[in-house]
Structures are given as structure tokens and as C-alpha cells.
């Protein structure tokens, strides 16, 4: 079964840093390209990064670009997002996803992690 | 970057009745060279992870009910429920695969009436 967990979500002061996982099985993990995607409370999905299959290139949200870094260890089937500088309006649910190439759509999701930024 | 907008955000309809979503791009995601329409419609249940139901736009995924079905071409697109069953009841989104960034649309709630 194609299954994605994510963890490392909690509760960080504004300013704050915060290392989200995403660990990855069923699949062969380096054949996919790899996202992040987040939800805030009440809001809409917003795509905000993503890594091609052996971590060369990485793209990034205007809105998160220059703090948060995108990474991956493919000997360890896993994903990272390396979340610096953080601010209230980055609190959100945190999924990743995979998908074939940069663009095709997103399958699976993980179950998600919530990140909450508070003072 | 292309902007995703779903009408209504919420629908309210009887059991076994349709169901119909709607979703604009605001430019085309048909791609000319392969005359695919870069376009995917999920279903996100409270507590789950979004679930794909639709891609390219009319292309049901595997294992999804044959009720649930995508059509529309260019900018603008639907998803239709053809007979609403309980365990529908979740919020939609439309989401563009076309461009850099891949943006979604707000989301339509669907309940039972």
C-alpha cells in the first residue's frame, strides 16, 4: 500500500523554526516528485513546495520562499521541510504529496501534521 | 499565477439526487500539443487527506464510484454527482496542474438536504 506520514508538527513562537518529515512507503520513493501543501484553519489548499526525484531542483511559494527549505534523502524514503522565520499566517495543516512529474496531480496525500504559530 | 474559482461554496442536496460543482480557471489549462486539459478535482472528508477523484479533467482515478464525473474544456469545468450518497458528504476542490505555482479553488461543501 502507498503510504505517506508525515510528522514534527506542534506549537512554535512567531520567529520560530520547525522540521517537518514525510516518510514514504509502497512506492519506489526516488521515482516521484515530491510536495508540500498546506491548509490553514478554515481556508483552502495552497501548493507551497516541491523537489524533483533525486533533490536538484526545488521550487518554492513566493510566500514561503527564502525560510522554508525543501529536501529529501531517497536511501531513507524521506522528505523534509525545513521551516525557518515562521509567522502566525504559516500555521496550517502540513501535507505531502506525491505526483508522477511537476505537473500532474497530486496522489496520495499524507494525513497531514498541524503546525500552529503562536504567541 | 492562474487563479481557481468553485461555485457554490455550499450545496445542501436530498439523497440520490445530482450534485453539480463548478470551477474556473482564470486561463485555460488545455495544453494545444496533447489536448489535455491539466485539471484534478479531490475530495477532502474532516480528519482525512484530500483524495483524487478526477484528473485531466474527465479522467475518473481508479476505484472511484462511476457516479462521480468530470467534463469542461479550456476554463471552465464540473464535477457532477450523479445520485448523492451519504458517504459523500465532504468538501471539493479544483486544483490546476497546468503552471507554476499549481493553485486550487476554495473548496465546495457538500452536505446532505
Known amino acids: 500500500e502507498v503510504q505517506l506520514v508525515e510528522s514534527g508538527g506542534g506549537f512554535v513562537q512567531p520567529g520560530g523554526s520547525l522540521r517537518l518529515s514525510c516518510t514514504a512507503s509502497?512506492?519506489?520513493?526516488?521515482?516521484?516528485?515530491m510536495h508540500w501543501v498546506r491548509q490553514p484553519p478554515g481556508k483552502g489548499l495552497v501548493w507551497i513546495s516541491r523537489i524533483n526525484r533525486d533533490g536538484s531542483t526545488t521550487t518554492y511559494a513566493d510566500s514561503v520562499k527564502g525560510r522554508f527549505t525543501i529536501s529529501r534523502d531517497n536511501a531513507k524514503n524521506t522528505l523534509y521541510l525545513q521551516m525557518n522565520s515562521l509567522r502566525v499566517e504559516d500555521t496550517a495543516v502540513y501535507y505531502c504529496?506525491?505526483?508522477?512529474?511537476?505537473?500532474?496531480?497530486?496522489?496520495?496525500w499524507g494525513q497531514g501534521t498541524l503546525v500552529t504559530v503562536s504567541s | 499565477d492562474i487563479v481557481m474559482t468553485q461555485s457554490p461554496d455550499s450545496l445542501a442536496v436530498s439523497l440520490g439526487e445530482r450534485a453539480t460543482i463548478n470551477c474556473k480557471s482564470s486561463q485555460s489549462v488545455l495544453y494545444s500539443s496533447n489536448n489535455k486539459n491539466y485539471l484534478a478535482w479531490y475530495q477532502h472528508k474532516p480528519g482525512q487527506p484530500p483524495k483524487v477523484l478526477i484528473y485531466?479533467?474527465?479522467t475518473r482515478e481508479s476505484g472511484v464510484p462511476d457516479r462521480f464525473s468530470g467534463s469542461g474544456s479550456g476554463t471552465d469545468f464540473t464535477l457532477t454527482i450523479s445520485s448523492l450518497q451519504a458517504e459523500d458528504v465532504a468538501v471539493y476542490s479544483c486544483q490546476q496542474f497546468y503552471s507554476t505555482p499549481p493553485t486550487f479553488g476554495g473548496g465546495t461543501r457538500v452536505e446532505i438536504k
Open positions: 504529496a506525491k505526483t508522477y512529474d511537476w505537473n500532474y496531480w497530486f496522489d496520495p
Open positions: 509502497g512506492f519506489t520513493f526516488s521515482s516521484y516528485w
Open positions: 485531466w479533467a474527465s
